[in-house]
């Protein structure tokens, strides 16, 4: 079983619906992310949360909101989604060693979101 | 903000051959990783790149961190059909986020 898992794997929705995508994780860390991936465009940060209570805006998180419910459980939501919000999510999780490092992230499999 | 940039952004070579991808950073960087995609895969870690000029080596992969740490290289030797996907590379700052490169897309004929 994956050690970071995304749900829905896929999903085809209409402009103004409001869409959850939802990540848990097996592998213990505290640090979760949010990425968002365009062809041609690398992955962008949406949302970032190092603890449960903890929530932080990434570079592109205008149209998202996040949720930490748990230390494994980290939710986005887009509450009105548009056709621009068309792309492949991924969650990943990282356990630094050291506190000022990133540490290596470890993604799920992705959530392919197409809005209509 | 932080910028990280990637070239080429597409790289097709005959399996065999050699190939490269760089990085630049608009700022100096704490670190630097490099992660591998497969087509229809999720960006898996290869490794992170820490001190001013490093070099590290994984069998046929060769990764470089440059001395003024705003630079870095991924050089594969002798490309096999295994190797094929995108790499990225995600250049840590001092606001503990990594900014990734736009990836550069390796296809290899065999």
Known sequence: DADV????????????????????????HDRM???RQDPGLGLRLIYYSFDVKDINKGEISDGYSVSRQAQAKFSLSLESA????TALYFCATSDPLLAGDTGELFFGEGSRLTVL | ???VMQIPQYQHVQE???FTTYCNSSTTLSNIQWYKQ?????PVFLIQLVKSGEVKKQKRLTFQFGEAKKNSSLH?????TTDVGTYFCA??????????????LLTVNP
């Open chain 1, 82 to 85: 548009i056709p621009n919000q």
């Open chain 2, 16 to 18: 065999g051959e050699d």
């Open chain 1, 33 to 35: 992310y949010w990425y």
């Open chain 2, 91 to 104: 250049g840590g700052g001092s606001n503990y986020k990594l900014t990734f490169g736009k990836g550069t």
């Open chain 1, 5 to 28: 898992t995304q749900t829905p794997r896929n999903r085809i929705t209409k402009t103004g619906k409001r869409i959850m995508l939802e990540c848990s994780q097996t592998k213990g």
């Open chain 2, 1 to 3: 903000g932080q910028q």
């Open chain 2, 38 to 42: 497969r087509p229809g895969g999720h």
């Open chain 2, 76 to 80: 594969i030797t002798a490309t096999q």
